[in-house]
């Protein structure tokens, strides 16, 4: 994948620092603040058309919250090019194109006023000389300028600066050549403009809709609380007054100085709020408010969230599946590999990776037999969610390293509602997998609607050849350009990479096996439901090539496999939760097995054959003695 975003570093420096230190300093009792979809916390990055036009871009500005403000002025920036004129900045109760002179103009409904580009190339503040009270229709702020020649110059090319953020409301964009009408481009990113607004309150925070809470009876718990700033102030403390089951509870909090926000409206943090013990099971419901900010009185007390606390005598462990989809041949795969692992070391009890191989010595099923559709290499889905990239995540810009965790990690924070558990043992002979899991509800369930997956998994794969050796598109990276030690094997290196050793590597699943297990649609709560599984490992075949005569058993380490057990809604198709096991291999041994012979023996009295089986003495071959000799007849 090729970034799309070219990321700045000195040019950006200036930058995010005059736009941290505006939004950091103390401002006390005052009603001016700062409105944007992005601040110096943000990673920002350059990006545009790379073409010869005019740029019209603006955000949405349109909180209930806000009416009555007055918008004062903007601040943004754009990197210092000879190529930028006709630089304005406006207002607009509509986003409106409308053909001027021939050509398809912007026109702003409320105001339009010219700029100085020094104002933007130095990130000053811009006053409008005719500000705006807000009103309940909300407005559109935005800027323009025209670029009037690209070639090398790679700021003309990309000159808009845009935050990861991908908030709705936060980038519109139009031009004379690319976007020819106006579009919403806030899931692509966030435009890094920040609005100034006069009339807003000090001290004011309201707590964001929240989610049910889980948590154990018998135990006082600890819950992550969503706030939201709406004051100048920023959020450096609170009050809040909240109940649970009919009874008032208080507490006062001043928030950690990593979690604490500065005045920038609509800015978004987290309180952790005390939950007294439950005794019994149930659903307790519960409200909560924020009555001060600050130590100040909130004008926003009145703003009081509902939500519920659901208690129960154990809570199931959420381990996060990763499906991963590679091949030796992508060169771009390695980012693949590296981040597994990675997630593997940095997660080892709640990560579980599941590798499908295309078009390599450890390919076992083709491409349209993956559990989710794919359009490319590498790419991974989580709990068989969004496909995005297995090191970048859903970052399209590919400049945000191992996003893929964060990400990860946004979904390992949610509950599991239902338990997961698995053994599995590899039979004496060597031949088979035979797996036991165990599905336990901690509440009751009239509808439930799951199924189980069994995948077998291999560790500690390898091989020579062009079915194991890596292609590496990352040999040319310096040694820093990913952190991740995982990554090391790939920077600085050869464009092929050989001697790799692969894990978490599907080497079969009961989805296509036929042999998933449904569950039944009523669960008791504590009852565990059991489901079994067996995987023949002579059948495991390599299956790149089509021509079946030719197939042949994967290579494979038996002492190190595994056993996933997958939960799957059935009504979403996604995995619930899941478990993972090391196959138990202490019944297997390679090699012969011989009898256990009377080391005193001095004459032969029993015969065996090279496999351990007793013969008759009367036999011809070659044959070991319980005296330990071998004899030849």
Not at 552 to 577: E, F, Y
Request: proline share 6%; net charge negative; with cysteine.
């Amino acid at each position: 994948m090729k970034p799309i975003i070219h990321t700045l570093t000195l040019l950006l420096f200036t930058f995010v620092t005059l736009w941290s230190s505006a939004t950091a300093q103390s401002i006390t009792e005052t009603t001016s603040m700062d409105y944007a979809y992005g601040n110096g916390n943000d990673d920002l990055a350059l990006w545009g058309t790379g073409k010869k036009e005019t740029y019209d871009v603006a955000i949405h500005i349109n909180n209930p919250a806000l009416v009555g403000t007055t918008i004062k002025g903007v601040t943004l920036y754009i990197p210092p090019t000879p190529a930028v004129t006709n630089f304005k900045v406006w207002m607009s109760k509509n986003l409106n194109v409308e053909t001027i002179d021939g050509k398809k103009q912007n026109v702003a409904d409320i105001t339009t006023q010219d700029a100085d580009t020094a104002q933007a190339f130095n990130e000053t503040y811009i006053p409008f000389a005719h500000p705006y009270t807000l009103t309940s229709e909300g407005v559109y702020v935005g800027y323009t300028f025209t670029i009037t020649a690209v070639g090398s110059d790679k700021y003309a090319a990309n000159p808009l600066v845009v935050c990861y953020n991908t908030t709705p409301g936060g980038f519109y964009i139009h031009t004379t050549k690319k976007y020819l009408k106006w579009i919403d481009n806030s899931n692509f990113a966030n435009l890094a403009l920040q609005v100034r607004l006069d009339g807003v309150t000090a001290n004011g925070a309201k707590v964001a809709p929240t989610t049910t809470a889980y948590v154990q009876t018998g135990k006082t718990s600890t819950i992550s609380l969503p706030i939201v700033n709406y004051g100048a102030n920023g959020v450096q403390s609170v009050d809040l007054i909240y109940t649970i089951d009919g009874k008032t509870l208080t507490q006062q909090t001043t928030l950690p100085s990593n979690q604490q926000m500065q005045g920038e409206f609509g800015k978004q943090t987290s309180v952790a709020m005390q939950l007294p013990a439950l005794a019994a099971d149930g659903v307790y419901p519960a409200t909560v408010r924020i009555n001060k900010v600050n130590g100040k009185d909130n004008p926003y007390a009145n703003n009081e969230q509902t939500f519920s606390v659901d208690a129960r005598a154990f809570l199931p462990q959420h381990r996060v599946v990763v499906e991963e989809f590679t091949g030796t041949w992508c060169s771009n795969c390695p980012r693949g590999y590296a981040a597994m692992k990675a997630m593997k070391r940095l997660h080892p009890q709640q990560f579980i990776g599941l590798a499908y191989h295309n078009k390599d010595s450890m390919q076992v099923m083709n491409g349209e037999d993956f559990p989710v559709v794919i359009e490319g290499y590498p790419n991974a889905t989580i709990e068989r969610g969004t496909v995005l990239d297995p090191y970048f995540g859903t970052d399209k810009t590919g400049t945000r390293p191992f996003y893929f965790e964060t990400e990860w990690q946004a979904v390992a924070a949610q509950p599991a509602l239902v338990d997961v558990a698995v053994t599995a043992k590899l039979t004496a002979d060597g031949k088979r997998v035979e797996a036991q899991a165990s599905v336990t509800s901690p509440r009751p369930e009239s509808q439930a609607n799951y199924h189980l997956e069994f995948v077998l998994v291999g560790n500690g794969l390898k091989g020579t050849g062009s079915g194991w050796d890596q292609e590496n598109d990352y040999k040319d990276y310096p040694a820093d350009a990913f952190p991740e030690p995982e990554f090391a094997p790939f920077l600085g290196t050869s464009s092929v990479v050989s001697g790799l050793v692969y894990d978490d590597v599907v080497l079969a699943t009961t989805r296509l096996l036929g042999t998933d297990v449904p569950l039944p649609s009523t669960l008791q709560a504590y009852e565990a439901y059991h489901a079994e599984a067996a995987f023949s490992l002579p059948q495991v075949l390599a299956t790149y090539t089509t021509d079946v005569t030719k197939q042949r058993p994967v290579s494979m380490n038996k002492q190190k496999l595994a056993v996933a057990a997958l939960l799957i809604d059935n009504a979403t198709g996604k995995v619930a939760n899941a478990a993972l096991t090391a196959v138990d291999a202490s019944a297997y041994s390679t090699g012969i097995q011989l009898p256990t012979f009377t080391p005193t023996a001095s004459t032969p009295t029993h015969y065996y054959d090279l496999s351990g089986r007793q013969v008759q003495a009367n036999q011809k071959g070659v044959f070991i003695t319980n005296t330990g000799r071998k004899v030849v007849r």
